[in-house]
């Protein structure tokens, strides 16, 4: 698994750059002022590799990939466009942040909870950078690892990476999280997030994984690892010091008796279309680590089933386990990407049916919403008329797990808040949150 070639160097595209770019690949000034103005407001990154590989430019803008990461006008409400625009032509520095603060705040940076009720309270330990919502998982964002490689115009953690210190999530070195997992022996399950904990060096990421491996935290049986890395820059994981580093890191886990998942974010079949991401997934399969895959279901990306059955079967072909269709939260550009919860079902159905069953444990659509991980298994007919068939596969409330419920049926629905339950016996399920 050693290498001696050295995979290129990274280069991105971010910020005020970005509207340069899209200029220079498309001739087109409008969509480079949509892009200026709207990467003002939320965060833009893009990665050399996925401008040169991924995206379609002749497409551009209806090419998907270009909708993932390139940013788009309709992302944001007439209204607040024009007020950044129109601070932006000021020309005034303070009034262009105050602007895009307000957008920002509106745009409700933390959803589900993330930072009144998943983070730890502990009067002896600051554990700012973890979240516990689950008993048995404990999520950890280690400080350098709060950024990626590329952006997703989607990203419901989209607040980590904005000027704002107030919104980011991040534990300073992993003394915070062994503390917290010395003292809570009933977590099995250790979650590296962000960001991307894989823009971090391997020497970085090896501060975090190796205490998990130690008799002392033998209680933590599983670590997973949140990356859109092979997406977006598969290079980390090929042949050179720093990728042959990982994989060996990865194998020393293993080897310690742990389970390890590689969390992949994968959005659209085109991602697992290229010589390096196929050569990295052969590699990290090789290290004994369970690679899994999961994506939302968001629109002008991959809103139709045979986009979905695509790339679950390429998943399954490079050994990956489709693990996710998740719903697109109620945070950011929601009201560009966001799909009603009725067609997200049917996108589901349609295209699981199309799919083997080593393809169809992918679970789907599934909201990750304040009380839990709640499944949309589509829609029934009942006696007064139609609803949402629910379940929860995870809560804080773990006595809600697995039991259905109903809700009622509303086609323009998009998220857990706009339901209400169906009949008296659906209402514990919508107020016992914890």
Known sequence: MTGTTQPPALRSVSGQRLAALVADRTSDSGLARDADVVSRVLPFKVSSYVVDHLIDWDRAADDPMYRLVIPHRDMLDPADYALVAAALDSGDAQALRISADKVRDRLNPHPGDQLTRNVPSDDELDAW?????????????????????SYCGYCF?????????????????????????????????????????????????????EPLLTDELDHV????????????????????????????????????????????????????????VRQALRRLAGTGAVLRAQAPLVRHVNDEPDT??????????????????????????????????ARAADV????????????????GPVMSASPGKVCVDGVAA??????????????????????????????????????RPYGPADVPFFGRTG
């Open 348 to 363: 589901y159905r349609e295209a699981v049916r199309q799919v083997s069953g080593l393809a169809r444990t992918s679970r």
């Open 382 to 419: 009942l006696p007064s008329g139609p609803a949402f068939a629910l379940r929860y596969l995870q809560a804080r409330d773990a006595d809600l797990v697995g039991r259905p419920f109903f809700a009622r049926f509303d086609p323009l629905a998009e998220w857990w808040d706009e339901l």
């Open 221 to 276: 049986r599983t670590i997973r690892i949140g990356t859109k890395a092979l997406s977006f820059w598969p290079y980390r994981v090929l042949p050179g010091p720093d990728g042959d580093a990982l994989l060996r890191l990865l194998e020393r886990a293993v080897s310690a008796g742990r389970h390890v998942a590689l969390m992949l974010h994968f959005s659209h079949p085109r991602e697992l279309s290229t010589e390096p």
């Open 129 to 149: 950078g973890l979240q516990h919502k689950y008993a048995e998982t404990v999520l950890v964002f280690p400080r350098q690892g709060q950024t990626c490689h």
């Open 308 to 341: 979905w059955a695509t790339m679950w079967r390429e998943q399954v072909r490079h050994g990956i386990v489709p693990y996710y269709m998740f719903v697109e939260r109620d945070t950011g550009a929601r009201r560009y990407f966001g799909v009603p919860l």
């Open 157 to 209: 953690r989209w607040a980590q990476f904005v000027d704002r210190g107030d919104l980011k999530l991040a534990v300073p070195g992993p003394q915070v999280m062994t503390e917290y997992l010395r003292r809570h022996r009933q977590v099995t399950d250790v979650l590296l997030t962000g960001g991307d904990p894989l823009v971090m060096r391997t020497d970085l990421l090896a501060q975090y994984v």
